[in-house]
């Protein structure tokens, strides 16, 4: 099956600094790439995907690079504020199966 | 706006016992997920189903089994449970191949 790996497990910026997630994934037929963020004692929630056709994708403060040939994608937050900490996750799919990576607990320091 | 829900926040069941996690969402949703959350390991699938009566295997299935009689209902169930299934699980649907998962608000289950 698919295996996300995602780096760092934590990361601690400060504010307005830029934050970088990384992830890597297995299997070159997964071609939809979301992120997730989950805040302290709530659900995941999506932040922004990518698809296997797109390079990058831009939403805001928030961006995602996918390098097929790599099996790699990236998430970047710039500016980052406060309410940016929580946990991160992305995740590789295939068909209908989702897989995540471990996630990556962001603190961003005031 | 989508709902998932689960039928319980909070769970204590003990060890042997068979255990029922309820999910049910209100969008009309093809697939469903069920994951569970461990600290360090993050979101692992346990099972999931692209249709009523449908199931596939994720990567963690053992001790696990599902059903799915309705489209709205997804159901996972632990047929002997024990301490190390102690775990938050977490429901999800998507419409479609490659849309956004709604999540259920999750199940923090402990088995003793």
């Known amino acids: 099956g698919e295996n996300v790996e995602q780096h760092p497990s934590t990361l601690s910026v400060q504010e307005g600094d830029s934050a970088v997630i990384k992830c890597t994934y297995s299997d070159s037929a997964s071609n939809y790439f979301p992120w997730y963020k989950q805040e302290l004692g709530k659900r995941p929630q999506l932040i922004i995907d990518i698809r296997s056709n797109v390079g990058e994708k831009k939403d805001q403060r928030i961006a995602v690079t996918l390098n097929k040939t790599a099996k790699h994608f990236s998430l970047h937050i710039t500016e980052t504020q406060p309410e940016d900490s929580a946990v991160y996750f992305c995740a590789a799919s295939k068909a209908v199966m989702l897989t995540f990576g471990g996630g990556t607990r962001l603190m961003v320091k005031p | 706006d989508v709902k998932v829900t689960q039928s319980s926040r909070y769970l204590v069941k003990r060890t042997g016992e068979k255990v029922f996690l309820e999910c049910v969402q209100d969008?009309?949703?093809?697939?469903m997920f069920w994951y569970r959350q461990d600290p360090g390991l993050g979101l692992r699938l346990i099972y999931f189903?692209?249709?009523?009566?449908?199931?596939e295997k994720g990567d963690i299935p053992e001790g696990y089994s599902v059903s799915r009689e309705k489209k709205e209902r997804f159901s996972l169930i632990l047929e002997s449970a024990s301490t190390n299934q102690t775990s938050m699980y977490l429901c999800?649907?998507?419409?479609?191949?490659?849309?956004?998962?709604?999540f259920g608000q999750g199940t923090r289950l402990t088995v003793v």
């Open positions: 969008m009309d949703h093809e697939n």
């Open positions: 999800a649907s998507s419409l479609r191949i490659n849309t956004e998962a709604f």
């Open positions: 189903s692209y249709d009523v009566k449908m199931k």
